[in-house]
């Protein structure tokens, strides 16, 4: 039985980027993206056990197999692209003094003004 389910606006991105590239539906793009994680998983030379014990600061990163280290990173990257509520309004009152950083329309980084009580 099919069932629906959310997934993040830049995720769907993703699939149906991946899913055009590939000739597939985005339902098998998904699929086919949940069997290979499923592999992984199941693999002996990959512990993703291993690559959450890193995440939870219970061994280093560097014990961690090359395959395990790309997943740990795109694991905490992921964890950390979500602001909290209260990063948010320290950046909303940045953003009012006309203070931060970002890039222009061309890709480069640009900072806005200067502040002594930051």
Not at 84 to 97: G, H, I, L, S, V
Request: proline letters at 3%; zero cysteines.
């Amino acid at each position: 039985m099919a069932q629906s389910i959310k997934i993040s606006d830049d995720e769907m991105e993703h699939v149906r980027r991946e899913a055009e590239l590939s000739s597939r539906s985005i339902a098998g793009q998904i699929t086919h993206w949940i069997r290979i994680g499923r592999s992984i998983e199941r693999s002996p030379e990959f512990s993703y056990a291993d690559v959450r014990a890193a995440l939870l600061g219970q061994v280093s990163p560097d014990d961690l197999s090359g395959e395990e280290q790309e997943v740990y990173i795109e694991d905490l990257l992921s964890a950390t692209s979500e602001a909290t509520p209260e990063q948010k309004a320290f950046f909303k009152q940045r953003r009012k003094k006309g203070l931060g950083a970002g890039l222009d329309p061309e890709g480069r980084l640009i900072q806005q003004g200067t502040s002594s009580d930051t």
